[in-house]
């Protein structure tokens, strides 16, 4: 049973949720023991209710799960756990996460609760809306990157995100999610429609067209905010432009397993660890920030 809810928990996306130190990096933070904890306080919580979020998505998708080539294998779409089993864990999850956000601050707390809001709207109802559907999982991330800094609020009360930085994470998110549309599309193909209603709304051109929109827009958004005075002034030197290449890159290379392998666009989080030139160049990109800012 343990293993099961585990497995319904779905902790290989927990990667998404490294969106909450994103405060602590770039707010020049890393060293600070203090700040330190609560960002990973800050990701510990976000992870429960991300965990409560996919087992509340799963109670609700269980009927059309079971007609999916891949989901049909998830333990509450083949039986293998216990529907009141994970609906009291997802439970104990929100709401102990909830409750350990707001020990932390107010301002986290709000952030936390808004994001556990967005996730039950998008299970019971923004799913069903085209569009509405991959732009609400591009704000969730949005509401992350708002934590990694509202986590902070207590010892660090000055510290913010640059409202560039914020527009560029909703692109990013919004390109994975509109990647991972279409993956869906092609893999169930004429039967995409019954597994979820809204899949026969985004036919491949459609979304190829979206993917290109969004991929700019990412790039740019992000350029934008290495050379904004507000960042140019926090970090001491406009030379944070030198990371763009690396975001550039990142953004190519996963548009090519996308198109050419199909490894990236299913699970995202996974291409980030197993495909070994996209997981270096994160690395590397996160050094050479580290360096800008702390060097």
């Known amino acids: 049973m343990l293993r099961n809810l585990l497995a319904t928990m779905r902790p290989d996306q927990w990667t998404k949720n490294l969106v909450l130190f994103a405060g602590l990096l770039f707010a020049g933070g890393l060293g600070n023991a203090e700040l330190m904890r609560l960002s990973l306080s800050g990701f510990l919580v976000f992870c429960l209710l991300s965990s409560a979020s996919y087992i509340l998505n799963d109670l609700a998708d269980m009927r059309r799960d079971r007609e999916h080539p891949e989901k049909r294998l998830r333990p509450l779409a083949s039986g293998e756990l216990a529907v009141g089993v994970a609906a009291a864990a997802g439970l104990v999850m929100a709401t102990g996460a909830l409750v350990w956000a707001y020990s932390i601050h107010p301002s986290f707390g709000h952030s936390a609760a808004a994001y556990l809001g967005l996730n039950v709207l998008y299970s019971l109802a923004l799913r069903k809306m ?42 990013l998110a919004l390109f994975l999610a509109l990647a991972k549309r279409r993956h869906e599309v092609m893999l169930l193909g004429s039967a995409a429609a019954g597994h979820r209603p809204t899949l026969s709304a985004y036919p491949p051109a459609l979304i190829d067209s979206l993917i290109g929109v969004v991929t700019a827009s990412t790039v740019v958004s992000y350029a934008i905010y290495t050379i904004w005075p507000g960042t140019v002034d926090k970090v001491g030197s406009a030379n944070l432009v030198y990371t763009v290449p690396f975001v550039v890159y990142g953004v190519l290379r996963y548009l090519y397993l996308m198109y050419t392998t199909d490894a990236g666009g299913g699970k995202p989080s996974r291409a980030l660890v197993t495909d070994t030139p996209l997981a270096v160049n994160i690395v590397l990109w996160i050094a050479v920030v580290a360096v800008v800012i702390y060097v």
């Open 130 to 171: 085209v569009i509405l559907d991959v732009m609400s999982i591009a704000i969730g991330f949005v509401l992350r990157a708002v934590g990694s800094v509202e986590v902070l609020r207590g010892p660090a009360p000055g510290t913010e995100l640059s409202p560039w930085l914020l527009v560029c994470t909703f692109f």
